[in-house]
């Protein structure tokens, strides 16, 4: 069974920064994929980037550079640095994990059958 545990979150204020981890209990030698998703009240969770164990990593468009997704496969945990922080950005964000072969990982939330808690992320104007 795998588990995912997301910290870092927080409230802060317009332009801040927080730095999200995920630590996960993920036991193999295969591949692995480990992603970003993110819910605001009232909308659609949305998948912000994913990283594959072999490094490479696919990320929403939107994200325009203000936030990065990294790995550290020895630890088996998962970050997410958020610099200049909106309003927008205001939603509980959620680790997820799935196991992968030779392929690419891919920002799909139906791919992912391990999730986080989610740790929520509040940002005031």
């Known amino acids: 069974q795998v588990q995912l545990k997301e910290s870092g979150g927080g409230s802060v204020q317009a332009g801040g920064s927080l730095r999200l981890s995920c630590a996960a209990s993920l036991y193999t030698s295969s591949g692995y994929c480990m992603a970003w998703f993110r819910q605001a009240p009232g909308k659609e969770r949305e998948g912000l980037a994913v990283i594959g164990s072999d490094g490479r990593i696919d990320s929403a468009d939107y994200m325009e550079g203000r936030f990065t997704i990294s790995l550290d496969n020895a630890k088996k945990t998962l970050y997410l640095q958020m610099n200049r922080l909106q309003p927008d950005d205001t939603a509980m964000y959620y680790c997820?994990?799935?196991?992968?072969?030779?392929?690419?990982?891919?920002?799909?939330?139906?791919?992912?059958?391990?999730w986080g808690q989610g740790t929520q992320v509040t940002v005031s104007s």
């Open positions: 997820a994990a799935r196991f992968k072969g030779s392929g690419y990982c891919y920002r799909v939330e139906a791919d992912f059958p391990y």
